[in-house]
């Protein structure tokens, strides 16, 4: 697999990573040997960007990961990992905290978790509103120093934020949501990302995995999936959204694509400075997966796509109410 550029720092990965919330958390039941046989399969792909953080579990996503890892030249896989949140004794979320002191901590577990001596990206994954950025920046810039992280990173920050962090140490790219039906960061994040040298890493690059067209409604779904309750999957908006999944569906079949393949070559297309990162926990969807990096299809198919996303507007919120307090809007 083609490798891309994030950040001007000198990180290289492959040009489609994998994200691995979903082996361990959110989306119905784990398994951990298939996934085990996933991760390392993503490597044989070529996809050497492994995409994890503390919050998922919480803990048991890294730690798989370091399972996978055991064994492995370090050098051949990219991980990035998140911090942001402090927890209970039962694994509860209680709060956000990117305090220096709080930072120390979280690295250190993510580093014995992930059976690691360094973290090749380390992202803040939610802005902490009772920590200025420039201090948790100057912590993350101290890791860098010792040489426990090599790149830092910033997830659902807006412009103002960026530009901030950035001043205080270069960051080499912010994660977010992207895909055919969120398109938010187009506006005001890209252009700020690309003014400054910083990679963007794309989520959900399939829609939750509503853009494969395997899902037609919450019933779908297993009743500990996450998914359910997540405004773009419910009654009318779930109804309005196929028509978006019916749109990428034709396309798909006139180019011996499936819908999926179509979702990521798409965001592909939109930067090579744009690196999508497709989660799941099934070898077959990887495989998948994988070919739309090396998928060409005509001109006319692109410009029929953009024709039809040109009228379609996607029905509800991306997250719940107070999921979506959490996203840092600051231009």
């Known amino acids: 697999m083609q490798k891309r550029k994030l950040g001007r720092q000198g990180l290289e990965v492959s040009a489609l990573g994998l994200g691995c919330m979903g082996m361990s958390y959110a989306y119905g039941h784990p398994d951990d040997a298939e996934s085990l046989r996933v991760l390392d399969g993503s490597l044989s792909?070529?996809?050497?960007?492994?995409?994890?953080?503390?919050?998922?579990?919480?803990?048991?996503?890294?730690?798989?990961?370091?399972?996978?890892?055991?064994?492995?030249?370090?050098?051949?896989?990219?991980?990035?990992?998140?911090?942001?949140?402090?927890?209970g004794p039962g694994g509860e979320q209680i709060g956000l905290d990117s305090s220096p002191t709080h930072i120390r901590e979280s690295i250190e577990g993510s580093l014995k978790r992930l059976g690691t001596d360094y973290i090749d990206l380390y992202y803040q994954h939610r802005l902490d509103p009772d920590t200025p950025i420039e201090e948790t920046v100057g912590a993350l810039a101290a890791l860098v120093k010792e040489g426990k992280v090599?790149?830092?990173?910033?997830?659902?920050?807006?412009?103002?934020?960026?530009?901030?962090?950035?001043?205080?140490?270069?960051?080499?790219?912010?994660?977010?949501?992207?895909?055919?039906w969120e398109r938010g960061v187009e506006e005001k994040v890209l252009p700020v990302l690309r003014e400054l040298g910083i990679g963007f890493v794309a989520y959900s690059p399939m829609g939750r995995g509503f853009l494969t067209g395997r899902i037609t409604c919450v019933g779908d779904l297993v009743e500990s999936d996450w998914r359910r309750n997540n405004p773009r999957f419910q009654g009318e908006n779930c109804v309005r959204n196929l028509r978006l999944v019916e749109i990428v569906k034709k396309i798909s079949s006139e180019h011996a694509a499936t819908p999926a393949q179509v979702a990521l070559a798409w965001l592909l297309r939109q930067g090579d400075d744009i690196v999508p990162i497709p989660g799941t926990k099934h070898m077959h969807y990887l495989e998948e997966n994988a070919r739309a990096a090396e998928m060409h299809l005509p001109e006319s198919a692109w410009s029929a796509l953009d024709k039809a996303l040109s009228s379609f507007h996607v029905a509800g919120a991306r997250y719940p109410e107070e999921a979506m307090k959490l996203i840092d809007r600051d231009d």
């Open 150 to 180: 090599r790149y830092i990173g910033l997830s659902e920050v807006g412009p103002g934020t960026i530009r901030r962090a950035h001043a205080v140490h270069p960051l080499t790219a912010v994660q977010s949501e992207y895909s055919l």
């Open 45 to 87: 792909l070529g996809m050497n960007f492994w995409d994890t953080a503390e919050m998922y579990g919480p803990f048991t996503n890294e730690k798989l990961l370091g399972r996978a890892l055991k064994g492995k030249p370090r050098q051949n896989v990219i991980i990035a990992t998140k911090f942001a949140w402090k927890f």
